[in-house]
């Protein structure tokens, strides 16, 4: 087994170790969500034609509850290693900055796109949901799994302790996955925050995903997918180059 296998290996089995937390959990907040909303806002709300507000509600929290989960396993993963003081040990393996990154973030992925589809097949009991487009489903949520994840080993390299983590979660990723437009349409806003939607990547993800479900989108999917796709570019090639020269791997 490669070093890099290795490192996989060790991130998977370490979520998969605990998967009454990391996958059961976010079932029952998301579907909580879901039941609460979905009743509540049934009759209230109209988004696109023939389209209930529960099935326009399922794909936005299934993709929150992947971005949530992929941030937190790999800048989970981060913070620990450092608070118990083997993360400087990274820096005398064999393994290049590019493997380190795609150890941490591909079992990030793995984690969210597990998350996801539980919760998916879960609300499909509930409700009927069309899926009229599955290429631009899986495409999306790979991206956004992606991403997430990459963000978690930005903020795992940042953060010395878990409270720093926290900090990341609780004032970037929730407010970023809660106004990506998971529970409202972008033409149900005021102007002014119609345009300060179209600054979060996150609501790309969130409406591309929605559209190969519904066929419905506030946003051409092809020009979501490409914003997407050069955030998680940029965002690699960021990250890779802190790896590279060990930023904050050495304290």
Same mark, same amino acid.
């Not at 940042?158 to 970023?176: C, H």
């Not at 349409?185 to 996150?202: D, E, K, M, T, Y």
């Given at each position: 087994?490669?070093?890099?296998?290795?490192?996989?290996?060790?991130?998977?089995? *370490?979520?998969?170790?605990?998967?009454?937390?990391?996958?059961?959990? !976010?079932?029952?907040?998301?579907?909580?969500?879901?039941?609460?909303?979905?009743?509540?806002?049934?009759? $209230?709300?109209?988004?696109? !034609?023939?389209?209930?507000?529960?099935?326009?509600?399922?794909?936005?929290?299934?993709?929150?509850?992947?971005?949530?989960?992929?941030?937190?396993?790999?800048?989970?993963?981060?913070?620990?290693?450092?608070?118990?003081?083997?993360?400087?040990?990274?820096?005398?393996?064999?393994?290049?900055?590019?493997?380190?990154?795609?150890?941490?973030?591909?079992?990030?992925?793995? *984690?969210?796109? =597990?998350?996801?589809?539980?919760?998916?097949?879960?609300?499909?009991?509930?409700?009927?949901?069309?899926?009229?487009?599955?290429?631009?489903?899986?495409?999306?949520?790979?991206?956004?799994?992606?991403?997430?994840?990459?963000?978690?080993?930005?903020?795992?390299?940042?953060?010395?302790?878990?409270?720093?983590?926290?900090?990341?979660?609780?004032?970037?990723?929730?407010?970023?996955?809660?106004?990506?437009?998971?529970?409202?349409?972008? $033409?149900?806003?005021?102007?002014?925050?119609?345009?300060?939607? *179209?600054?979060? !990547?996150?609501?790309?993800?969130?409406?591309?995903?929605?559209?190969?479900?519904?066929? $419905?989108?506030?946003?051409? !999917? =092809?020009?979501?997918?490409?914003?997407?796709?050069?955030?998680? =570019?940029?965002?690699?090639?960021?990250?890779?180059?802190?790896?590279?020269?060990?930023? %904050?791997? %050495?304290?």
């Amino acid at each position: 087994m490669t070093g890099f296998q290795t490192l996989l290996y060790k991130e998977v089995l *370490r979520f998969w170790k605990v998967s009454l937390q990391t996958l059961l959990a !976010p079932l029952v907040s998301t579907l909580l969500y879901l039941l609460v909303f979905s009743h509540v806002m049934a009759g $209230h709300t109209d988004i696109y !034609p023939s389209i209930t507000y529960a099935a326009f509600l399922v794909p936005g929290l299934v993709m929150m509850s992947m971005l949530q989960n992929a941030f937190a396993n790999s800048s989970s993963s981060l913070v620990q290693s450092r608070v118990t003081g083997n993360l400087v040990f990274l820096l005398l393996t064999p393994l290049t900055p590019a493997e380190i990154f795609l150890g941490y973030v591909l079992a990030s992925m793995l *984690r969210g796109l =597990l998350v996801g589809s539980v919760v998916c097949l879960t609300a499909l009991s509930f409700f009927s949901l069309p899926f009229r487009e599955p290429l631009w489903v899986a495409g999306f949520a790979l991206l956004a799994t992606f991403m997430s994840g990459a963000l978690g080993v930005l903020a795992g390299l940042w953060a010395e302790k878990f409270d720093q983590m926290a900090a990341w979660q609780n004032f970037v990723i929730l407010p970023l996955t809660f106004l990506s437009g998971a529970f409202y349409s972008l $033409h149900s806003l005021p102007p002014v925050w119609a345009v300060v939607s *179209r600054f979060n !990547p996150f609501f790309y993800m969130t409406d591309g995903f929605r559209y190969g479900f519904l066929g $419905h989108s506030d946003v051409p !999917p =092809l020009e979501s997918l490409t914003i997407v796709a050069v955030t998680c =570019l940029a965002l690699s090639w960021g990250t890779m180059a802190l790896l590279r020269c060990g930023w %904050r791997l %050495r304290t």
